[in-house]
């Protein structure tokens, strides 16, 4: 793989971006602002200011080895939908030379497991319309024609992204679901090398669950996670009180419940992850807070 075009370079799309580039690759990463492109631009990347992944110019697209799809789901007065649907099937012909395609999913595809264990060949059946939108954005990548894979993200977290801050500052609320609602995490260092072995050894058609190690609780995560960092205990609503008092979208994250497998993942990709279970970041994760701050 020579060049890697990254669709919608947020979070994840610019870490990949600069492991890519270390290992000697061109980046082009699409963005519709100018700042964004100026701070991608700043690290190295080629930023290209594009409303649409179909506004991209052909003889750019016939360049690009791998591609790979991290835009989020669009917003619209009809609430969330997938993009994917209106511009693939004009980008798509456009990847003639393109040997691997990798669509950035989530396991809330999957929907509500009763705490089962998850993997790849469970149903999906999404208990949300994000998940369900997500879902339809798998699907226009799995029949695009092109050598795609589709990856389902746990929660992600990683330097400049995760809730240390919000349990320092005290008041962090979390319910204790009777039974308990299970769910996974990832680290972002860990999704990126899996991307990369992928990139390496595609396999058109594969779905992998990036997942740690460990399913929890939320409740039992953050109260381990604040009493790793010294932080004040999280307070611990019963189920009747969450629904009062929390957002509709942390309900709706939070209400499913099973624990995603991660086997395809290591026998495939990664044997050993780097963080297997959040514990295993924390003093990395402090550190970088520590930095930020001085």
């Known amino acids: 793989m020579e060049t890697l075009l990254i669709l919608g370079c947020g979070y ?3 870490k990949l971006a600069v492991a890519a580039a270390a290992e000697g690759m061109r980046v082009i990463a699409t963005t519709r602002n100018k700042h964004r492109a100026d701070a991608l631009a700043g690290i190295g990347i080629e930023a290209v200011i594009v409303p649409s992944p179909a506004d991209l110019a052909a003889t750019l697209l016939a360049e690009v080895d791998a591609v ?8 619209s007065e009809g609430g969330l939908y997938a993009s994917q649907l209106n511009w ?27 705490g089962a264990w998850v993997d790849e060949a469970y149903p999906c059946h ?4 994000r998940g369900g939108e997500r879902l339809k954005a798998e699907q226009c990548w799995l029949e695009s024609g092109l050598p795609a894979e589709v990856f389902r993200l746990a929660g992600i977290y990683g330097p400049e992204r995760n809730i240390l801050g919000w349990l320092k500052e005290g008041g962090y609320k979390a319910v204790a679901w009777q039974p308990a609602h299970w769910s996974n995490r990832i680290h972002v260092d860990d999704i990126v090398a899996a991307l990369m072995a992928a990139m390496h050894a595609p396999v058109m058609g594969r779905i ?17 996670l ?4 010294g932080a004040p ?16 979208m942390a309900l709706e994250f939070f209400r ?7 086997r395809l993942l290591h026998r495939e990709l990664l044997p050993n992850l780097k963080y297997p279970s959040f514990r295993d970041a924390v003093s990395e994760l402090m550190q970088h807070e520590r930095l930020l701050f001085c």
């Open 12 to 14: 994840v799309g610019e």
């Open 68 to 75: 790979v799809d991290s835009i989020p789901l669009t917003r």
């Open 88 to 114: 693939l099937t004009q980008l798509a012909p456009g990847l003639t030379n393109t040997k691997w395609a990798g669509y950035l999913s989530t396991t809330g595809v999957y929907g509500d497991a009763g």
């Open 126 to 129: 999404p208990s949300s319309a």
């Open 208 to 224: 992998v669950n990036l997942a740690d190690d460990e399913p929890l609780p939320h409740s039992e995560y953050v109260t381990q």
């Open 226 to 229: 604040a009493s790793l960092i």
């Open 233 to 248: 205990a999280p307070e611990i609503l019963s189920p009747e009180r969450g629904e009062r008092e929390l957002t509709p």
């Open 256 to 262: 499913d419940n099973k624990r995603i497998s991660n």
